[in-house]
């Protein structure tokens, strides 16, 4: 959060990938958890939405 254009986390990563893409018109990506952990696609989503709106609230929205 504090350094966006130094990422260190993989939220740091995915939050200005999706930003591009919705600046460009690009739909959004799927993010996929790929293991057996019940309810951890909802974790992904949550905290994924939950960085960005910390940002910028209109690019939470639009994930």
Not at 32 to 52: K, L, P
Request: proline share 6%.
């Amino acid at each position: 959060m504090k350094h966006p254009d130094d990422p260190k986390t993989i939220y740091g990563f995915l939050t200005p990938s999706l930003k591009k893409r919705r600046d460009t018109k690009l739909p959004v990506f799927t993010i996929m958890s790929c293991d057996n952990i019940q309810h951890n696609g909802d974790v992904a989503r949550d905290t994924v939405v939950s960085f960005a709106k910390r940002q910028d609230d209109s690019m939470a929205q639009w994930i």
